[in-house]
């Protein structure tokens, strides 16, 4: 097919007039002076630990934990949250959310063991493909999981595979929120949900009580909204039978951090067409920013949401599943100069395999060198010691200068790092608690 290249070009020239919001400097600048204010409790961890390394700080994951629960309680007296494990699957971050109150939202039988292995005894297994042993762990273990089922195929396996144990099985089933393109390979279409319905009522050995839906990258509650009405129509058709069988509505999560997302210029929906046309891009101090709105106001919007569409109808427990929120903000990097190439050039002792992917080409995190803090930004290839060009850190660093043997924190890596770290080419970091060191406190 033809592509429209008119149409191609207005929307290119829309998107390079209605361009990304830059990062306000004095946003980014209280996030660092905060750094720079307990630079000795990072760098007496790195004296005792050696870097790189994963430093959690378990009051924050507690704080996030309290707001969260908190906001969407007043809302939903009865709301049930679940920590989403793929977000940061490190132990001791699962440990002291499950040691909160939250219950734990696993996508694997790995991630199902990590949850068992904290004690923690309200789980739900979510996620496309279980295996047979993975199955047969949720099975096994049926007084602490809810199974949410992906498929009609699931539903016959897990079945089967609860028939086998001798056990009837808490179950949930997982809409899906992309009728087209990849989003499909989750969850079953709104449309056949009643067949699911039905179909469930002659499995013996699986009690169907709920559904799901996840959304993912929310800004904002619009698509959380959206969805919960569409569930609303589809629970029109229910029978009063039906209704009565749903005890929970379970809204997922993908909620953002207050923050905000922010982006290098490569990042933006601008910056791609500029480097398209060979545009040379300035990285080093030009940052962006996604606005995003507060947990309350997702809070509000979900709740006047599922009272207009949903309570109407039946009533159930809502349940949700934030990962990124709870764990953004309560793990950083810690790593250490070993060669500096040029001014404009370092390399230091942590690779991107600690996170994952080439994640600072595009996301935008300040470089903090705390052995010679400054609130100045110095333009500098920040770089790790993998052998690949892409393992970059950063086009910039906040400090007086850099030098071999400098201590830089890259804050804020608590989301979708640890949990895809690679073996790849050197050692991961070691995690380290703050809470955990006595000497290391602040």
């Given amino acids: 097919m033809t592509p429209d290249v008119d149409n191609i070009l207005k929307q290119t020239a829309l998107m390079l007039k209605e361009s990304t919001p830059e990062l306000k400097p004095d946003e980014l600048n209280a996030i660092v002076s905060e750094f720079i204010s307990r630079r000795d409790v990072f760098l007496r961890l790195n004296e005792k630990h050696n870097s790189p390394l994963y430093v959690v700080e378990p009051e924050i994951l507690s704080e996030r934990a309290a707001q969260f629960t908190s906001a969407f309680r007043r809302v939903f007296p009865d709301a049930r949250i679940y920590y989403a494990l793929k977000s940061n699957n490190c132990p001791q971050v699962v440990q002291i959310l499950a ?89 079953i279409p709104l449309t056949d949900l009643p067949a699911f319905m039905g179909r469930a009522e002659k499995c013996s050995h699986i009690d169907l009580q709920g559904v799901q839906s996840h959304v993912s990258w929310n800004l904002n509650p619009t698509k959380h909204v959206e969805i919960i009405k569409a569930i609303g129509a589809a629970f029109a058709l229910f029978s009063a039978e039906q209704k009565k069988r749903i005890k929970f509505l379970d809204i997922g999560g993908g909620f953002w951090p207050p923050q905000g997302e922010w982006l290098q210029e490569s990042g933006t929906a601008e910056g791609r067409i500029l480097h398209a046309v060979s545009e040379r891009l300035n990285p080093a101090f030009r940052h962006f920013k996604q606005p995003a709105v507060g947990i309350e106001q997702f809070a509000s919007a979900i709740g006047t949401a599922v009272k207009e569409y949903i309570f109407p109808q039946l009533s159930c427990r809502i349940c949700l599943e934030p990962g990124r929120w709870l764990c953004n903000d309560a793990m950083h990097l810690l790593m250490t100069v070993i060669d500096k190439k040029a001014n404009d050039l370092v390399i230091t002792d942590a690779g991107i395999n600690a996170v994952g992917w080439e994640r600072f080409e595009n996301d935008y995190f300040p470089v903090i060198n705390l052995s010679n803090p400054s609130l100045t930004e110095r333009e500098c290839l920040v770089m790790g010691s993998l052998c690949t060009p892409h393992d970059l850190w950063g086009y910039s660093y906040y400090g007086a200068a850099i030098e071999p043997g400098n201590v830089l924190l890259i804050p804020h890596q608590g989301a979708y790092t640890y949990s895809l770290k690679q073996e790849f080419i050197k050692p991961l970091p070691k995690v380290v608690c703050v809470q955990d060191d006595p000497d290391c406190r602040q």
Avoid at 112 to 123: C, K, M, N
Avoid at 152 to 162: H, S, V
Avoid at 172 to 178: D, H, L, M, P
Wanted: charge should be negative; aromatic fraction near 4%.
């Fill in 99 to 187: 040691g909160s109150g939250l219950g734990l939202d696993v996508s694997s039988g790995m991630e199902l063991q990590i949850a068992l292995d904290s004690g923690a005894r309200d789980i739900i297994f979510s996620g496309p493909g279980k295996t047979p042993d993975e199955l047969n762990l949720a099975v096994k273990n049926h007084d602490k999981v809810t199974v949410l089922m992906d498929s009609f195929t699931e539903l016959d396996r897990l079945q089967e595979t609860a028939l086998s144990g001798g056990v009837r099985v808490r179950a949930g089933v997982r809409i899906t929120t992309g009728q087209h393109g990849i989003w499909r390979k989750f969850g």
